[in-house]
């Protein structure tokens, strides 16, 4: 499993509208194979800041699953318009802990 873990930070002022664009689009996301779970969260120090996580079976699922496809252009047209930068994107795995 790989943790896809996306910093947005959204642009003052448009946060809920950001909010909607996301629930409406969540599917896009949640329904592609290969996607395990998603979930948005938001700062409450940065209203404007939030975080996205999602659970991948692996880093080429989401890749290609998702990034390669119709779902993600339609993803990134609902939610890319509130973005005040270009997210920061990246993978992560668990680190084991010993027995």
Do not use: K
């Amino acid at each position: 499993m790989v943790l896809e873990v996306a910093l947005i930070d959204v642009v003052p002022g448009q946060e809920e509208d950001f909010v909607r664009a996301y629930a409406s689009g969540h599917h896009l996301v949640a329904t592609t194979p290969g996607c395990r779970s998603v979930r948005m969260t938001r700062g409450v120090e940065s209203p404007s800041r939030f975080v996205l996580l999602v659970e991948w079976d692996s880093v080429e699922a989401h890749l290609e699953n998702f990034r390669a496809t119709e779902r993600f252009t339609a993803w990134r047209a609902l939610i890319g318009p509130y973005f005040a930068t270009p997210p920061v994107v990246e993978h992560f795995v668990d680190v084991p802990v010993p027995a």
